[in-house]
């Protein structure tokens, strides 16, 4: 049989995978959307974590569109939490009626490039098929959660959470002696809440990370007007800059600026908070010695809040802040002045093994009624791994990236015919706002794929040649970067067996849209069309 079902299998249901819906439909194309999930939501279906909320301010962190849905929706705060985030990708499917298109709890499981009837066969976990001209991926780049290697893992007789794969249910901590595993962005976050519950907290940290405060706050209702009545302008504006973020980012130089006057625009940013932290010049990212000041700001910070030296010295980031994402958190240093919150650094006494009543390390056992996993993300390629991909001549996805994920502006891979990845390695993504990332992704490939329609042609594929001169593109413009000398999930240095590679395109979104708009204006440079 090869007739096909659909013109379109897309992966997901999340926030990229809801918008591909929406413009197929208007295409006139039919599609299908499979996603594990009960419901839509994605990255936010899944962490449901306590204290989970975007890094990215709200009024920036939404659709842009269709003008009615960001007039009408309102955030409630100015990063807002995961169940408002949830409650708005629910209120975009309602409001196009995407679930229709949609079949939950469906895990994709296999996608095989049929070279002779020339269209996709997708296997479910529901052992059906189904075929489709083309295939798109929309399976977010922290959506495959890193189950830690943790000897004993298993063992625990408590109750052992995943900051990934959150209970449904609420999960109360009170009264409970609690440890968190791991200090990035999400133990950081959930473990302020945890500590406003449980009888004791102990965060057990491996390696300290840098976090900006929040300063979360409700959104302002003159901010809020400000921003629905500036929409277009700043919309528009936003895409100028690097990070498809709008926020004061200076060309000027930290190494080149009076000491005294790079700490008052650190001070400024302090204070004003959130991921934007190191705007305030251009060789933060690029210069040792500028890296080195605000690494040193910030350390001075965490010493100021954190009452007990021993304790503050251990929170002390020593690597390159930026390196690792940075965390923006809301009281996290500040909860380690809490009686009933402790650290336990396992930098050097690692945990040795879980055992039904806690944590072995040191030869000790701490005892814990409940015990969270906030261990990150196979991020980036993970989700795209997890699935049997096979491309022209049954070649495999994981075999093309064995050395590293290979994309052709982070949207197509050679060898892998009318296939698409949303937001994929070798794009900005991550380093960007990612909801306008997403937009700029799936209107480029709808459009490439419209293209074909006018000029009646069945097949778009990268050419081989286009996708290595893109990689090493990526791979130059990564070099330059401190963040490309640090180990994260960045480039797989937080899975111990994933090539070092630095995965998103550090280019900047504007340089990439332009990138993107030439490969169009050059009648698909880089594509055979067929
Ligand atoms: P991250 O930032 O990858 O953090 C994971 C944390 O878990 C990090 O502190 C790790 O320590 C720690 N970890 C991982 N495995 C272990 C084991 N086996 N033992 C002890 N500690 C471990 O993930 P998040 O989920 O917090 O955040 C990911 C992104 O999501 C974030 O940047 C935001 O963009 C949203 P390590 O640093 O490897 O020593």
Redesign the pocket.
């Known amino acids: 049989m090869d007739h096909e079902d659909f013109d379109v299998i897309v992966v997901g249901a999340g926030f990229a995978g809801m918008y591909l819906l929406h413009r197929f439909r208007q295409m006139g194309m039919t599609a299908r959307a499979f996603e594990t999930g009960s419901d839509v939501g994605g990255t936010w279906y899944w962490n449901r974590y306590p204290g989970a909320r975007v ?1 990215v301010e709200s009024m920036q962190y939404s659709y842009q569109f269709d003008e009615e849905l960001q007039q009408e929706w309102e955030w409630s705060e100015r990063y807002s939490p995961q169940p408002e985030i949830l409650r708005y990708a629910q209120h975009v499917a309602d409001r196009f009626d995407l679930r229709r298109d949609i079949q939950f709890n469906t895990r994709v499981v296999a996608a095989h490039f049929d070279d002779q009837a020339v269209n996709w066969k997708i296997t479910t976990d529901d052992g059906k098929q189904t075929r489709s001209r083309f295939f798109v991926l929309a399976v977010g780049c ?1 959506s495959s959660f ?1 189950k ?3 000897p004993g893992l298993d063992d625990f007789s408590g109750n052992s959470y995943f ?2 794969q959150w209970p449904h249910t609420p999960v109360d901590f009170s009264g409970q002696n609690v440890a968190v ?7 950081m976050q959930s473990s302020v809440e945890i500590a406003k519950q449980a009888k004791s907290l102990t965060v ?4 300290p ?1 840098f976090s900006i405060p929040a300063h979360n706050r409700p959104q302002d209702p003159e901010y809020v007007a400000y921003f629905k009545a500036n929409y277009p302008e700043l919309r528009a504006k936003a895409k100028t800059v690097y990070g498809g973020l709008l926020d004061d980012f200076d060309e000027r130089l930290a190494v080149e600026t009076p000491r005294e006057e790079v700490e008052a625009v650190l001070e400024a940013r302090w204070k004003k908070g959130g991921l934007t932290f190191l705007g305030g010049f251009a060789d933060m990212l690029y210069d040792h010695r500028a890296n080195i000041i605000a690494a040193d700001f910030v350390r001075d910070k965490i010493r100021s809040i954190v009452e007990d030296p021993e304790t503050a010295e251990l929170l002390c980031p020593t690597n390159i802040i930026g390196g ?2 940075l ?1 923006v958190d809301s009281g996290y240093y500040k909860m380690f002045n809490l009686p009933h919150v402790q650290l336990v650094d ?1 930098a050097g006494t ?2 040795e093994r879980i055992t039904p009543e806690g944590i072995l390390r040191g030869g000790e056992v701490l005892k814990f009624d409940s015990i969270v996993y ?4 196979d991020a980036i390629t993970g989700s795209y791994l997890r699935i049997d991909i096979r491309g022209r001549n049954g070649r495999a996805l994981k075999d093309h990236w064995e050395g590293g994920p290979r994309t052709y502006i982070g949207m197509a891979v050679a060898g892998f015919p009318n296939m698409f990845t949303v937001t994929g390695p070798g794009s900005p993504s ?1 380093l960007t706002n990612m909801l306008p990332s997403i937009e700029m992704s799936v209107e480029w490939m709808t459009e490439a794929i419209d293209t074909m329609r006018r000029k009646q042609k069945r097949v778009i594929e990268a050419t081989p040649q286009a996708e290595a001169d893109w990689v090493a593109h990526v791979n130059d413009v990564a070099k330059g970067s401190l963040r490309s000398t640090v180990k994260s ?1 960045y480039n797989g240095g ?1 899975i111990g067996d994933k090539p070092s590679v630095f995965m998103p395109y550090i280019g900047g979104l504007p340089a990439y849209v332009r990138k993107c708009d030439e490969v169009v204006e050059n009648d698909y440079r880089g594509f055979e069309l067929l």
């Open positions: 890094d922290l890193n830690p290697d943790i900051t990934g595993i791991g200090t990035g962005s999400t133990a057990f940290q491996r390696t990370n690792k994402r965390c396992i690692p945990i906030a261990t990150g993300f991550v999930w937080n």
